[in-house]
């Protein structure tokens, strides 16, 4: 097996665990992959456009600057592409009145190494003063109101 195809095989295994740990991060979502897939392609490009890499088989700037325009595609394609809509098929809170209709959703979820009691009672001990990122959140909230009055 020749040091190129070494190389190359490395750096798909390389990509596909990066798919793989972006999966474990956030669920499976084609098209923010190909928008990220793009992006790194298009930086690969762009530094084998300052400088090829040989040991990629890359000899000649115009083969980097061919893997920049299809990175940059690629992210463009990504970008633009329309997201689903979904559909709520029970209302069962304001919001799906209001928003019966949504393209994105989140789901977040910790492992705490606690039992329930201990968690309940670590939630109810908790005061604002506690969470300091709220008190910068409810700050910024508090000016936008000003400024908006």
Not at 92 to 100: E, G, I
Request: glycine share 6%; charged share 15%; proline share 5%.
């Amino acid at each position: 097996m020749s040091f190129k195809a070494v190389a190359w095989t490395l750096l798909a295994a390389m990509a596909f665990a990066a798919v793989l740990l972006f999966n474990y991060w956030a669920a499976y979502q084609p098209l923010s992959t190909l928008a990220y897939s793009g992006i790194v392609l298009a930086l690969c490009g762009l530094a084998s456009l300052a400088i090829p890499f040989p040991f990629l088989g890359i000899r000649k700037r115009a083969v980097g600057a061919r893997i920049l325009a299809c990175g940059v595609g690629l992210t463009i394609a990504a970008l633009l592409w329309p997201a689903p809509m979904i559909r709520v098929a029970q209302h069962r809170t304001v919001l799906d009145d209001v928003m019966p209709e949504y393209q994105f959703s989140e789901r977040h979820s910790a492992r705490i190494h606690a039992r329930p009691g201990q968690v309940m009672q670590a939630v109810r001990q908790s005061t604002f003063g506690d969470m300091k990122s709220l008190l910068t959140l409810l700050k910024i909230s508090r000016s936008l109101v000003a400024y908006a009055l």
